[in-house]
């Protein structure tokens, strides 16, 4: 493992253990409410805070985005993307799907990520060039053709209600050529479970940088394709994903694309 991926691993496993902590005593959390349906609550911040901890500890010059403590300004050539706990309505309903995520960008190419799952003891890491792996072993996306018999990952657009519209008109677009589709509710982990082969595509509105930056370097590692929704790479600043092995990205594509409002094209 490149010695930067094991930084990171610590500064995720130290989350970690923040996280399995309270899972149990959620109800004694104090939540707040950032915006409309997005919480946040002491665990996210402390976790993040220990992930900022080991990252500063090994690179003290490096640049730091946080979900919860934003920008932390250093050498913009090196800039860590932190979501401490993906999932945060998962986690605070004792749903157990929400993960650890973490990437490194350098000279705006992410190098290195790492998404963990505490709770199933799931460690996903990749680093540019050497592929994906889940707890050391080697993932690859599937290599199914066309959408029938395929696992689609996707999100609601809760955050953005004003997209609900337009998102399912391109459910409605996907839904009756595939096996099914699933709204697990961490986009960090959807994307891993794509590059594991547990997913064959994935499709989303509005995420935000920390929500993929490690995801879609797994994405990648594992052999897949991820794109925005006019299938340039621009995802990390639209917020618009879509993600599959290279036939099932297309097809994805191909098919939401005429439904898409003209602010979603892109
Ligand atoms: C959320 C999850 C969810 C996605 C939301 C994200 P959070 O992240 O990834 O799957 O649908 O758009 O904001 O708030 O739990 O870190
Ligand atoms: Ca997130
Ligand atoms: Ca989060």
Do not use: C, M, W
């Given at each position: 493992m490149h010695p930067t991926v094991n930084i990171a691993v610590r500064a995720a496993r130290a989350a970690g253990d923040i996280i399995l902590?309270?899972?149990?005593?959620?109800?004694?959390?104090?939540?707040?409410n950032k915006s409309e349906n997005d919480f946040v609550s002491e665990v996210d911040k402390?976790?993040?805070?220990?992930?900022?901890?080991?990252?500063?500890?090994?690179?003290p010059q490096h640049s730091v985005l946080g979900e919860e403590s934003g920008k932390m300004i250093g050498d913009n050539d090196y800039q860590w993307i932190i979501d401490p706990l993906d999932?945060?309505?998962?986690y605070l309903h004792g749903f157990p799907q929400y993960a650890v995520s973490i990437a490194l960008i350098e000279k705006k190419i992410t190098s290195h990520a790492v998404i963990y799952d505490p709770f199933k003891e799931e460690l996903f890491t990749a680093s540019k060039g050497e592929g994906a792996y889940l707890n050391?072993?080697?993932i690859r996306v599937t290599?199914?053709?066309?959408?029938?018999?395929t696992l689609i990952g996707t999100g609601f657009p809760f955050k953005h209600p004003q997209h609900l519209d337009c998102y399912i008109e391109t459910f409605?677009?996907?839904?009756?050529?595939?096996?099914?589709?699933?709204?697990?509710?961490?986009a960090a982990l959807d994307l891993a479970y794509l590059a594991a082969g547990r997913l064959d595509g994935f499709w989303e509105i509005g995420l935000n940088s920390w929500d993929m930056a490690a995801g879609a370097l797994m994405v990648k590692e594992a052999g897949g394709f991820i794109g925005d929704f006019s299938g340039r790479d621009k995802y990390m600043e639209t917020g618009n994903v879509v993600a599959g092995n290279s036939d099932v990205y297309k097809q994805i594509?191909?098919?939401i694309h005429p439904h898409l409002t003209q602010d979603l094209q892109r």
């Open positions: 902590r309270y899972h149990n005593q959620v109800d004694l959390l104090t939540i707040e402390t976790a993040e805070s220990a992930i900022i901890k080991e990252i500063k500890k090994a690179f999932g945060t309505t998962n050391n072993e080697r290599s199914t053709n066309g959408l029938k018999d409605r677009a996907i839904h009756p050529h595939v096996s099914g589709i699933r709204r697990a509710g961490a594509l191909k098919k």
